[in-house]
């Protein structure tokens, strides 16, 4: 075998190995990425609300967590019925209780 094909051949197997390796640690590193991002986030938040208002850590990081989590389910039910009124997706479940609360 000719030293080019020999170069060719390394070449695409350790393409194909950086490629393997890297799709199994995005996969297994996202969720800790995201963690980190929104400890980053939050940290802050919660050190702003302890020293302003003088209330525990734990406390200031309840109300911080709890406010994010209804800020995401807001924002999810908003996706969720702007999807329910689109025709591409007419019998997704917000659409079946916007029907139910609209026939009482």
């Known amino acids: 075998m000719e030293i080019w094909v020999k ?7 350790m393409l194909l190995i950086i490629v393997v390796l890297l799709n199994f640690s995005i996969t297994y590193l996202t969720p800790f ?3 980190v991002l929104l400890a980053s986030l939050i940290n802050p938040i919660v050190n702003k609300i302890e020293e302003f208002h003088k209330i525990e850590r734990s406390l200031a990081a309840f109300i ?3 406010f994010f989590i209804l800020l995401f389910s807001l924002a999810s039910l908003t996706a969720f019925i702007n999807l329910s009124e ?10 079946i209780f916007i029907d139910l609360i609209a026939d009482l």
């Open 7 to 13: 170069r060719i051949l390394v070449s695409f197997i």
């Open 64 to 66: 911080v967590l709890s």
């Open 33 to 35: 990425v995201i963690a």
């Open 86 to 95: 689109s025709e591409t997706f007419p019998n997704t479940p917000p659409c």
